[in-house]
């Protein structure tokens, strides 16, 4: 596993992505991230192993029925705080899932239910940039938003969403995540639904 | 969170559960289990804690429709493998999902999908006990059956399961699973599919 994971990092290193997108995309901390690129799969410094869990949804990814079923279910939590105008997927994982979302909520509701789209920070290599709500989708100013994720892993980039939201002058009314490494209830307020929690011992 | 899951431990044991009860309930390993029971939240001997993580899906089992959904994401896992003649679930958490599995892929195929109930050797006291699958629900002799559990912690069930169906003349032709903690594909050659893998790192 370990060795399938540092080879995976290695492979988005030399392709260009930054630490941030290689944790992102690999479902890890930064730090364990920037620990994978570093090793090479014969020698692997086991005791600086960062303690960590990598997390692999890719059976659920891989199948659109599968991914329209599980957003339903998120789609349920996010339901919960009332109706939505937008549903805000963050890029690139959450997406997909706010997608079927906003689709499956305004099936349910019979209300129009807008995708929007926000570019999180940890995807820029300047350190002074700002995370971004893409024009290409719905705007937010003024209405109800559900922030969607696929994973949680520190809450950085939650937290940067719901700040964003807010300086727009946007309603935050929840946000909701496949798996959340963190255990965070809320943020700034706003309530933080996930539908698996995974949470290390020891 | 460890307070969490020793205050939990502490009080299945109160209640007269089995250490392999309680590993399933937390879904942990055995192990852990036995670490939390003997734990008080006050004093924590966190150097000898056992490296293991929990997962918490109660926002998931907690409601029925997201059980619905999630079920139908599982049955397609379980539909690749053509048509089940039954499905069983592993008790006490895997039933459940096998009862909504078993409904939906009877409506998906049109043709009578039965259910089994299986009882693991985790939850007898007595050493020598064997799994059992239950008399009041499907017989399995014969038939095609699609095994179906919560949470893989060491794989020891599910090999026991395939197991027993063999004996009993059954055919296993899949097992699927919500989360795999060890990463298993499969099982005496029965194929092993997971919606989400979470493995350990360092």
Chains 1, 2 share one sequence.
Do not use: C
């Amino acid at each position: 596993m370990e060795n399938e994971l540092i080879r995976k990092a290695r492979e988005l290193r030399s392709r260009g992505f930054t630490t941030g997108e290689i944790a992102d995309e690999l479902n890890v901390s930064k730090d364990t991230a920037r620990w994978l690129t570093l090793q090479t799969t014969t020698s692997v410094s086991r005791k600086e192993a960062p303690v960590d869990f990598a997390i692999n949804w890719e059976s659920l990814g891989g199948s659109s029925s599968r991914m329209r079923y599980v957003s339903a279910a998120m789609a349920d939590m996010a339901l919960k705080y009332g109706v939505a105008d937008v549903v805000l997927g963050i890029a690139i994982s959450g997406v997909p899932f706010a997608t079927l979302m906003a689709d499956v909520m305004g099936a349910e509701t019979g209300l129009e239910t807008s995708l929007a789209v926000f570019h999180p920070v940890k995807h820029r290599k300047d350190e002074g940039a700002e995370g971004a709500i893409s024009s290409n989708f719905a705007k937010v100013k003024g209405k109800r938003v559900v922030v969607v994720d696929d994973v949680i892993t520190s809450g950085r980039t939650i937290a940067e969403v719901v700040e964003v939201l807010k300086n727009q002058g946007a309603k935050p009314i929840a946000v909701t995540v496949l798996i959340d490494k963190k255990g965070i209830s809320e943020v700034d307020g706003v309530p933080v639904e996930s539908l698996i929690r995974v949470s290390r011992l020891g």
